[in-house]
């Protein structure tokens, strides 16, 4: 059988050369003891062990992430296929980060600066206010690179479960779960 992760890195890379809109995003779900929260989170890659993202250690997501606990769903619209995926979730190690900071958008840069003063989510006192941080940080480091800063963190999700979906013209979806198991993947089709 072949592993589920090469036909869902093959599925990405198919979205992006289509230019499907949703590939460079995911959603992330995510229960702690008072709710279940999604949101949506720019998908850095998908490696041969899953999907990776950077997130910032002040967000409120960190703490729950690191508990487990979480799904990420990923939708093609150019495919009609979707993936839910489980797993845990492993730090990328420093070095690894600062060769992914080279290529890291400057305006992404400049608020991993931000969050070590106004962490991710906490109230602004107007909106005018995050212009104005982020214009002061600018300044600060205007004909420079932005310096890595270490609340900048990147995760990859090891996946163990892996269930698709694929739309049919019929209206009979398919649906495959995929788990792993000391190593191997087992397979079932699921009723759609």
Request: glycine share 6%.
């Amino acid at each position: 059988m072949q592993c589920p992760l090469e036909s869902l890195i093959h599925d990405y890379r198919l979205a992006l050369a289509e230019s499907d809109t949703a590939a460079r995003y995911c959603s992330v779900a995510t229960v702690d003891g008072q709710q279940a929260s999604t949101r949506t989170v720019v998908l850095r890659d998908i490696t041969t062990l899953g999907p990776m993202i950077f997130i910032n250690d002040s967000s409120p997501k960190w703490p729950v992430l690191m508990a487990g606990g979480s799904e990420v769903l990923l939708f093609w619209p150019s495919q009609m296929r979707q993936y839910r995926l489980r797993g845990t979730w492993q730090v990328l190690g420093e070095d690894e980060m600062l060769e992914h900071w080279q290529n890291k958008p400057d305006a992404a840069k400049l608020l991993d600066h931000l969050y070590q003063r106004l962490p991710q989510s906490s109230t602004l006192t107007s909106a005018a206010q995050l212009r104005e941080e982020l214009d002061g940080l600018r300044q600060r480091f205007a004909g420079t690179d932005i310096p890595f800063v270490g609340n900048a963190r990147g995760v990859v999700l090891a996946v163990d479960y892996l269930e698709s979906w694929c739309a049919a013209a019929d209206g009979v979806h398919q649906r495959r779960l995929y788990r792993r198991l000391n190593g191997d993947w087992l397979s079932e089709p699921l009723v759609p």
